[in-house]
C-alpha cells in the first residue's frame, strides 16, 4: 500500500496548475464533497484520467454540515422509500466493515411515552423490516428501568421503556478526504479552490470546463471527454439556462454541546412535540450533537448557511423536551453547522412538507455532461457507480460494479505510546498514510489539543500533506477543532500558530489575515445567531 499525501500542499498546487490545461482528461468532476470524491475514486481506480475540481474546500458544503450519520434511515420505510433504505443499510454494512474508526457503530434509543406514537408493536414492526433489510437483526426492547440506566435524565412522566436498534456515525468531513486519499492513490489529480465558472459546449456536446483560480484570480480552459457535476446545492447554476429548475434547497440545522453538559452514551431519537418531526441527541467526538432543523434554505448559495433564532429556539426545545433537568440555554452551546439538503422538489404550490420531501437523488443528463443531484452521504458509492455508468455509455466504454472496496485495508502496525482504540481512529481517519502520521506523532508527541481526541500531529499532518489553503480548512474540515472547542479553538491560537505557521510557509502578515477572516468566518457560520428568541 503507498502513501499518496507526500506533498499535497499549496506548494503542490502552484506546480499542477498549469499543467492541466495540457491534458485531455477522460473525466473532469465538479464538487469536493462526498459526491465527487465518491465518483473520482471509483473513476481513478479503473484507470480514468481524471481531474476533480472543488471552488472552496473539500467538504466545504452539506458534506461537512450533515448530522454524520451513516444509516439506513427508519423514516425511509415509514415513507415506502425501499430502494433507498436497502442501498444505505449494504452501504452502512460495508463502511463499518471497511473504515473502522472512522465509521463506527452507534446505538439509537426510541422512548416510548403511555399514549405515545410510535409504540413499541408500531417502532418493532418497522424494525423488522429494517432489520431484514439489512441481513441481521440489531433491535430490542428496554423496560422503564433499563432506559433509566441506558439514559440517564430522560424525562420520567409516563415513561414506559424504549427501543434500541444499531446505526453507525462517521466524521464526514474526514470521510469525503479520506475517499479523496483514495482516489489520488489511484493516480486522479485532485484541487481545491478552483472554481468552475462556465461549461464549455461544442456541436451540442459538453467539452470542457472554464475554471478560475479562486487564490490568483487566473482563468483556465480544461478539456475532458466527459464531465461530471456533483455540485450538491449549486447543481442547478451550470446547467443549460433553459432545463427546468428543480432543486428545493432545504437547511438543518445541528447544535453542538459539551459533553459534560448533556452526556448521552448512545444516540436518542424522538418526534418534537411541536411539529412530530423525528430529531436526535447524539455523542460525537467526546460532545453532544443536537439535530436537526429541516425548512426552506431562501439565502444567497453563495454564503454558508447558518442556523436562526427559530431553530436555535426548537433545538433547545427538543433537549428540554426530552432531558428537562438539565435545564440547557443557549449560553451552553459550544457551536453551531447548517447543511443545505437539494433535495428534488415538486414545484411552486405543489411543493409539501419539507420532511415529505424524497431523499433519493436522480441524474440529469446531456451530451457529455452527467449531472448528480440530491442523495445521502451513506450512499455515496452507489451513487457514484450510477454517474460513472451513464459517463462510461457516452464514451462508448464498458463499465461493472465490481463491488470493490472503496478503501484499502490498513495493516495493524500499532504506534508505541497510543492505545488500540487511538490507532483505530487515526487508522479509520487517515488510512494509507498513517506510517506518515506515525513518524509525525514520533516528531510532534503524542498529546491530544485540549480535551479533544485529535492529536497534535492531525494538525501537523494536515498542514504538510492534505493541502490546507486557509485556516478554516485546518479548524473546521480537516480537524474539527473550531467546532469542538470553545470560540472555535482561539484559547489554542497561539499553540496552532508555532506548530503550523512554519508548517503552511505563510508569514506573520497571512497567519494574522488568516485569523481575521476565520474568526469572522467561525462567527457567522458556527456561532449564535445574532438575534436569539
Ligand atoms: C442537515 C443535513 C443533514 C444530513 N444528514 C445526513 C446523514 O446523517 N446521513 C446521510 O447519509 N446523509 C445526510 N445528509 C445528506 C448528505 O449530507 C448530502 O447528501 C451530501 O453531503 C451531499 O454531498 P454532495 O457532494 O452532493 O454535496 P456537497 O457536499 O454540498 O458538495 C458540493 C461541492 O460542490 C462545490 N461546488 C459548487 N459549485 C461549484 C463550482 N462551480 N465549481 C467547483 N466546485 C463547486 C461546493 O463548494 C461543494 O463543496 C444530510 C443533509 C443535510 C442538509
Redesign the pocket.
Same mark, same amino acid.
Given at each position: 500500500m503507498t502513501a499518496v499525501n507526500e506533498n499535497w500542499n499549496a506548494a503542490w498546487r502552484e506546480q499542477m496548475l498549469p499543467t492541466l490545461a495540457d491534458e485531455r482528461w477522460d473525466l473532469i468532476v465538479?464538487?469536493?464533497?462526498?459526491?465527487? %470524491?465518491g465518483i473520482v475514486r471509483e473513476a481513478a481506480r479503473r484507470g480514468w484520467r481524471c481531474l476533480l475540481?472543488?471552488?472552496?474546500?473539500? *467538504?466545504?458544503?452539506?458534506?461537512?454540515?450533515?448530522? #454524520?450519520? =451513516? !444509516?439506513g434511515?427508519l423514516r425511509y420505510i415509514a415513507k415506502g422509500q425501499w430502494r433507498l433504505t436497502r442501498d444505505?443499510v449494504r452501504e452502512r454494512q460495508r463502511l463499518l466493515d471497511e473504515a473502522p474508526g472512522l465509521v463506527e457503530p452507534m446505538s439509537f434509543l426510541m422512548p416510548h411515552y403511555r399514549g405515545g406514537f410510535p409504540g413499541p408493536r408500531v417502532l418493532s414492526g418497522l424494525l423488522s423490516i429494517y432489520d431484514a433489510l439489512a441481513g441481521r437483526r440489531s433491535h430490542r426492547f428496554h423496560d422503564a428501568q433499563q432506559l433509566r440506566f441506558l439514559t440517564p435524565g430522560l424525562k420520567e412522566h409516563d415513561l414506559v421503556g424504549g427501543t434500541r436498534f444499531v446505526d453507525a456515525l462517521t466524521d464526514?468531513a474526514r470521510l469525503?478526504m479520506r475517499v479523496l486519499h483514495e482516489a489520488r492513490a489511484d493516480g486522479a489529480v485532485v484541487l481545491n479552490g478552483?472554481? =468552475? /465558472?462556465q461549461v464549455l459546449r461544442e456541436d451540442g456536446r459538453v467539452c470542457g470546463v472554464e =475554471?478560475e483560480d479562486g487564490e490568483s484570480g487566473n482563468a483556465l480552459q480544461l478539456r475532458c471527454a466527459v464531465l461530471a457535476v *456533483?455540485?450538491? %446545492?449549486?447543481a442547478e447554476?451550470?446547467r443549460p439556462s433553459d432545463s427546468p429548475r428543480q432543486l428545493r434547497p432545504?437547511?438543518?440545522? !445541528?447544535l453542538l454541546l459539551p459533553g459534560w453538559r448533556l452526556p448521552v452514551a448512545q444516540a436518542l431519537t424522538f418526534l418534537h412535540a411541536r411539529d412530530r418531526r423525528p430529531v436526535f441527541v447524539f455523542p460525537w467526538e467526546g460532545a453532544t450533537v443536537v439535530? /436537526?432543523t429541516?425548512l426552506d434554505h431562501r439565502e444567497d448559495l453563495d454564503q454558508s448557511a447558518s442556523i436562526s433564532g427559530e431553530e436555535l429556539d426548537y433545538l433547545l426545545a427538543a433537549c428540554t423536551q426530552a432531558f428537562p433537568a438539565a435545564e440547557l440555554t443557549a449560553t451552553d452551546v459550544l457551536s453551531t453547522w %447548517?447543511? =443545505?439538503?437539494?433535495v428534488v422538489g415538486a414545484a411552486g404550490e405543489h411543493q409539501g412538507k419539507p420532511s415529505n420531501e424524497t431523499?433519493e437523488h436522480v441524474l440529469w443528463q446531456e451530451p457529455g455532461c452527467v449531472t448528480?443531484a440530491?442523495? #445521502?452521504? /451513506?450512499?455515496?458509492r452507489p451513487q457514484a457507480i450510477e454517474v460513472l455508468k451513464a459517463c462510461a455509455d457516452m464514451l462508448g466504454r464498458a463499465f461493472e460494479d465490481d463491488a470493490a472496496p472503496v478503501f484499502a485495508a490498513v495493516q495493524p502496525s500499532p504506534i508505541p505510546g497510543l492505545s488500540p482504540q487511538q490507532w483505530r481512529r487515526l487508522a479509520g481517519r487517515h488510512g494509507r498514510d498513517l506510517p506518515r502520521l506515525a513518524q509525525l506523532i514520533a516528531e510532534v508527541g503524542q498529546e491530544t489539543v485540549g480535551a479533544t481526541d485529535t492529536l497534535w500531529a492531525e494538525l501537523a499532518f494536515a498542514c504538510e500533506a492534505e493541502m490546507v489553503l486557509h485556516l478554516d480548512d485546518l479548524l473546521l474540515r480537516r480537524t474539527r477543532l473550531g467546532l469542538l472547542l470553545a470560540r472555535g479553538s482561539e484559547e489554542h491560537f497561539a499553540a496552532i500558530r508555532t506548530l503550523c505557521q512554519p508548517r503552511l510557509a505563510w508569514s506573520d502578515e497571512r497567519w494574522q489575515a488568516e485569523i481575521q477572516r476565520y474568526r469572522l468566518l467561525w462567527q457567522r457560520d458556527h456561532g449564535l445567531p445574532e438575534v436569539t428568541p
Open positions: 465538479i464538487g469536493g464533497g462526498i459526491s465527487g %470524491a475540481l472543488e471552488q472552496r474546500d473539500f *467538504a466545504w458544503g452539506t458534506s461537512s454540515r450533515s448530522s #454524520k450519520m =451513516v !444509516h434511515g444505505s464526514d469525503v478552483l472554481r =468552475v /465558472t =475554471v *456533483a455540485t450538491g %446545492a449549486w447554476r451550470l432545504l437547511r438543518g440545522s !445541528h439535530g /436537526t429541516d %447548517a447543511g =443545505v439538503r437539494p431523499r448528480l440530491g442523495g #445521502k452521504l /451513506t450512499t455515496f
